[in-house]
T-cell receptor, first 113, second 115 residues
Framework: DVKVTQSSRYLVKRTGEKVFLECVQDMDHENMFWYRQDPGLGLRLIYFSYDVKMKEKGDIPEGYSVSREKKERFSLILESASTNQTSMYLC????????????FGQGTRLTVV | GENVEQHPSTLSVQEGDSAVIKCTYSDSASNYFPWYKQELGKRPQLIID?????GEKKDQRIAVTLNKTAKHFSLHITETQPEDSAVYFCAASPMFSGGYNKLIFGAGTRLAVHP
């Protein structure tokens, strides 16, 4: 059974703080993704990674960066948190190659005050 | 880039009725179309998917159809039950030249099934 685990379920941070969201998968997947979920906007892709140390911008990368030093771990970094980054963040992983399913973590609800 | 539009945003049906959710995509190179169900407070989970070489796929009460010419695909749920109540997301996967892919999601449909 695929397991994608996000380090925190709920997080409250102050404006201007540097925030790290961690995601770990245990299935040796090549692809990992960070999505942001907001009501009425669905799941929007922030960044994805198809290999260790490789990353690609998604649709809304501004204000975020990512790190993938090990295959199983994909971190999302908010360099200087702002209130408009208050959202639900979902990590996902997939085997790679063509036409692959994405397995989601349980989500981190981040509130920036 | 790829864009996926999903309609309706909300759908209310009586138990036993059918529900249909429709999506359109913009990138004609997309070749994988999954549907995810997200129950309240839970993670999205894949319920059915379809690849570009078939036009229809069925799994018990759930079916998905794909029209590549028109670039749209639909989810059909028959004999709806209260436990079908959830947010449903469609997605499309454009293939990159490097061989890796990403999923672009629609905005979601909140389905409510009333007993």
């Amino acid at each position: 059974d695929v397991k994608v685990t996000q380090s925190s379920r709920y997080l409250v941070k102050r404006t201007g703080e540097k925030v790290f969201l961690e995601c770990v998968q245990d299935m040796d997947h090549e692809n990992m993704f960070w999505y942001r979920q907001d009501p009425g906007l669905g799941l929007r892709l922030i960044y994805f990674s198809y290999d260790v140390k490789m990353k690609e911008k998604g649709d809304i990368p501004e204000g975020y960066s990512v790190s993938r030093e090990k295959k199983e771990r994909f971190s999302l970094i908010l360099e200087s948190a702002s209130t408009n980054q208050t959202s639900m963040y979902l990590c996902a992983s997939g085997p790679g190659g063509a036409n692959t399913e994405a397995f989601f973590g349980q989500g981190t609800r981040l509130t920036v005050v | 880039g790829e864009n996926v539009e999903q309609h309706p945003s909300t759908l209310s049906v009586q138990e036993g009725d059918s529900a249909v959710i429709k999506c359109t995509y913009s990138d004609s190179a997309s070749n994988y179309f999954p549907w995810y169900k997200q129950e309240l407070g839970k993670r999205p989970q894949l319920i059915i998917d379809i690849r570009s070489n078939v036009g229809e796929k069925k799994d018990q009460r759930i079916a998905v159809t794909l029209n590549k010419t028109a670039k749209h695909f639909s989810l059909h749920i028959t004999e709806t039950q209260p436990e079908d109540s959830a947010v449903y997301f469609c997605a499309a996967s454009p293939m990159f030249s490097g061989g890796y892919n990403k999923l672009i999601f629609g905005a979601g449909t909140r389905l409510a099934v009333h007993p």
